[in-house]
């Protein structure tokens, strides 16, 4: 039912846009003293920040455009790319948060980043080739 994958996409959007406003806001008030001590942090928080909630508005959009066509269900490139964008969201704008406060190993955190950019570009591709 197309419905339902609607719905998970509109789910994950408001995820990531409920979490990225709460991350940002987080970042500019309470975390500002412990961003500002670690050179580059305040900005590698506002680039997660901005990420996770570009592709939220993305996630949304994409679940708005496959109600619209009345695809029953969403195009298959569609559904995989916004899962893949939502996954990429999190890993990339996770590590980089986890990142900015020092939390978890430092060698697994690094790498994740650049996965979930590939993620992220993956998605837009799948999306690029679906027919929205």
Known sequence: MSSD???TLRQLAS?????GV???AF???????TLAKKAGAGDNW????SYQLLHAVALLT???????SLQTPPSPSSWSGGKMMALGTALFSG???FLCLDVGPKKLLGPITPVGGLLLISGWAMVGMGNI
């Open 5 to 7: 994958k609607s719905t």
């Open 95 to 97: 590590s980089i948060y």
């Open 27 to 33: 970042g500019a008030h309470a975390l500002k003293s």
């Open 22 to 24: 709460g991350l940002g």
């Open 62 to 68: 994409l679940s708005t455009i496959d109600k619209k």
């Open 15 to 19: 995820l990531l846009g409920a979490s």
């Open 46 to 49: 506002r680039t997660a920040v």
